[in-house]
């Protein structure tokens, strides 16, 4: 798939939209010296070339009941479509994990799944988890302090 040519607006548009998707689109446009209407359009063409996906509200996990971030190694029974395909479906119905990457390496999936406490993960894992067929082991890390958390894509110049 190639890579969408952005100028340095439309990287000044993802910049500010990044760190404050609540901006008015007057307000982006003084940010990044346009009118309103040039503003509005280039916006629109970056939602319509899928490059700005979605708008999101960021929530503390703490403040809602969900301080324990949880960072699991999850291999397979076998690497094959069917395996794949049946984890994949089954974790993506699980509202605990946060992300799901394939991955090279030792393991084929990483896992980051949040819950309330250590009881919530103990059912996460004998009741959704490991009764995934193709799960052969399962590895878990708990996270005991966040270092550096960022959305916003460094966007090459």
Request: hydrophobic share 40%.
């Amino acid at each position: 798939m190639p890579i969408p040519t952005l100028d340095h607006t439309d990287r000044e548009i993802l910049h500010h939209l990044q760190q404050d998707g609540r901006l008015t689109n007057a307000e982006l446009a003084e940010r990044v010296h346009l009118s309103p209407s040039p503003c509005l359009r280039r916006v629109r063409h970056l939602e319509s070339e899928g490059i700005i996906r979605s708008y999101a509200t960021l929530l503390d996990p703490r403040k809602v009941g969900l301080p324990i971030s949880v960072f699991v190694n999850v291999s397979l029974r076998s690497q094959g479509r069917e395996a794949i395909q049946d984890f994949e479906a089954h974790i993506q119905t699980c509202p605990e994990v946060m992300e799901c990457y394939l991955m090279t390496g030792t393991s084929d999936y990483l896992l980051r799944v949040v819950v309330p406490d250590l009881d919530a993960y103990e059912v996460f894992l004998s009741s959704k988890l490991t009764t995934i067929g193709a799960v052969a082991n399962i590895q878990s890390s708990f996270s005991l302090k966040q270092v550096v958390y960022r959305t916003e894509l460094p966007i090459p110049q």
